[in-house]
Structures are given as C-alpha cells and as structure tokens.
C-alpha cells in the first residue's frame, strides 16, 4: 500500500474523517486483524466531499481505486464498491435536481462520477454499469442550456479530455450522438461566449484526430486560454 499520495487529498476533511479514512485504508491493508470499519460510512463520507470540493472531486477516484483494491486483495470483498456504486445510483437519478439547486455541486458530481470510471476497472476494463450514466451526465451537458454556461463546458471538455478514448472503445454510437449535439451547438447555437466556443472546436478536433492534438494545434488552443 502507498503510504497515502492519498495523504494530501485526505487533509481535505475534518479532523474526525481524516480519521475514518485512515483507519479504513490501515485496516483493509491489515487482513490479521478484524476490521470493525464501517466501508459504507467511508463511502458515503468521499461522496459528500467530492460533491463540495471541485479539487477533490477530480482525485477521489484514486483513493476509492486504493480501498477497492485493497479490500478485494485482503479478503477478497467488494462491500466498499457496493456502496459507492450504490450512492453514485442515488446521486444520478437525481442530478436534474443537483443541477438546479447548485451548479457547483452538478459539476462535482459529474467529475467525480467521471473520475471514478477512469480509476475502478474490472479485469482492466471499465466497469460496464458506469458507462450509460457516465455518457448520460455528459449529454447533458451538451444541452444548449449547458453550453451557455462556460462552467459546465469546461467540465465537459475536461472530461473528455480524460476519458472519451474510453468511453468511446465502450460505445462508439453515444459518443457519435455526444458529438453531434457539440458540433450543432458550436456551428448553430447563439449566445455562445467566446470561450465555449474555442473550448468546443478544440474537443471536436480533439476527438477527430484520434483523441490527441498536432503540436501545432494544442499551442494555439492552449496560447488562446491562457490570454
């Protein structure tokens, strides 16, 4: 077990959770001694901070891909994974009600969602029952609502950035049906800011050479953001 880069990104709770989480990783770590950790508190206790912690949000997957696997190398169990998906359930089937009530907290959500995809593989492929919600999160934001909002642009292009290669391998058809909605927004949406816009057209050539950027092309994009 690394002896936590999660360290860093744990300092992020309360005292009182720094705690749980420590004792959950050293326990799960520990097989000879009985675990008295509550995994679906843990669970619940890195949701709750990914939804208020947009730098949080963008790492926890790396400590639920830390506990997973040790849970599952130690005695051979999945109650953390359980949970998690189960809490990602709950949180999906309410996101339209997230979105309205707070912006920030959607776009938490999505991230973590996203980032979470991108850690916990199953036989080094990504868990089958988190493709549809994944792509469901971003076709919302591809709604013409969305893309007038540079927050929720940026966190789109953000993550397929990380992990439309893939989403794609997993789903080809949704992801054309991604990119439609993204070219017809660039192309014909009003309203658009200037910088959804250049992040628009800079996911569209992004995706169109493969999944990567000619040097050229990833100067200009990046020398535009920047100014």
């Known amino acids: 077990m690394e002896n936590l880069k999660e360290d860093y990104k744990i300092q992020s709770f309360d005292l009182e959770t720094q705690k749980l989480l420590k004792t959950a990783l050293k326990a799960i770590s520990m097989p000879s001694e009985p675990s008295t950790v509550d995994l679906e508190k843990?669970?619940?206790?890195?949701?709750?901070?990914?939804?208020k912690d947009?730098?949080?949000?963008?790492?926890?997957?790396?400590?639920?891909?830390?506990?997973?696997?040790?849970?599952?190398?130690?005695?051979?169990g999945n109650v953390f994974r359980r949970n998690l998906l189960n809490r990602l359930q709950l949180e999906f089937v309410a996101r339209e009600e997230t979105r309205l009530r707070?912006?920030?907290?959607?776009?938490?959500?999505?991230?973590?969602?996203?980032?979470?995809?991108d850690y916990l593989k199953v036989n080094n492929m990504p868990m089958v029952a988190l493709v549809h919600p994944v792509f469901d999160c971003l076709l919302?934001?591809?709604?013409?609502?969305?893309?007038?909002?540079?927050?929720?642009?940026?966190?789109?292009?953000?993550?397929?950035?990380?992990?439309?290669?893939?989403?794609?391998?997993?789903?080809?058809?949704?992801?054309?049906e991604l990119f439609y909605l993204l070219r017809d927004g660039f192309l014909l949406q009003e309203g658009l800011s200037s910088m959804a816009r250049l992040l628009l057209l800079e996911i569209l050539e992004f995706r169109a050479g493969g999944w990567t950027l000619s040097d050229t092309a990833q100067k200009y994009y990046y020398s535009e953001v920047s100014d």
């Open 54 to 76: 947009q730098v949080f949000s963008k790492e926890a997957g790396r400590i639920c891909y830390t506990i997973v696997q040790a849970e599952a190398k130690h005695n051979n």
């Open 42 to 51: 843990v669970s619940n206790v890195i949701v709750d901070q990914s939804l």
């Open 102 to 117: 707070s912006l920030q907290e959607w776009v938490c959500f999505v991230t973590f969602i996203c980032n979470v995809f």
């Open 140 to 176: 919302r934001l591809a709604q013409p609502d969305s893309l007038n909002n540079e927050e929720e642009v940026d966190c789109l292009v953000l993550q397929l950035h990380r992990i439309g290669d893939q989403l794609e391998k997993m789903n080809g058809q949704k992801m054309d």
